[in-house]
């Protein structure tokens, strides 16, 4: 069993700046991809970064890339999502998740579908105001 918190959302201006992190417990998450998505009202919950477990190979969707960034950091159990240049259309209810039960080296394309994951976080609010 895997709990994911995340934290660090809140209301910021456009082209301002957020941090993201999500916190896992239960079962040391060194092994596993893991991803960020989002949903924001009224829409479908969508991708919006992955990274891999190993060297830490990242993927992103078009419409966040050189913007957001996700990193790990193994040792404090603990996944990051580096908001930049924040816009409107980034408001939305943002989710961590991880997947447990795949091992060893995966096409990290993969990880753009939610099925991949089999723990998902609360979320956490991030409202971006024009």
């Known amino acids: 069993q895997v709990q994911l918190v995340e934290s660090g959302g809140g209301l910021v201006q456009a082209g301002g700046s957020l941090r993201l992190s999500c916190a896992a417990s239960g079962r040391a998450i060194s092994r596993y991809y893991m991803g960020w998505f989002r949903q924001a009202p009224g829409k479908e919950r969508e991708f919006v970064a992955a990274?891999?477990?190993?060297?830490?190979?990242?993927y992103y969707a078009d419409s966040v890339k050189g913007r957001l960034t996700i990193s790990r950091d193994n040792a404090k159990n603990t996944m990051y999502l580096q908001m930049n240049s924040l816009k409107p259309e980034d408001t939305a209810v943002y989710y961590c998740?991880?997947?447990?039960?795949?091992?060893?080296?995966?096409?990290?394309?993969?990880?753009?579908?939610?099925?991949?994951?089999?723990?998902w976080g609360q979320g956490t609010q991030v409202t971006v105001s024009s």
């Open positions: 990274i891999s477990w190993s060297d830490s190979t990242t």
């Open positions: 998740a991880v997947d447990t039960q795949t091992t060893g080296l995966v096409d990290i394309v993969e990880y753009k579908y939610e099925y991949k994951y089999n723990y």
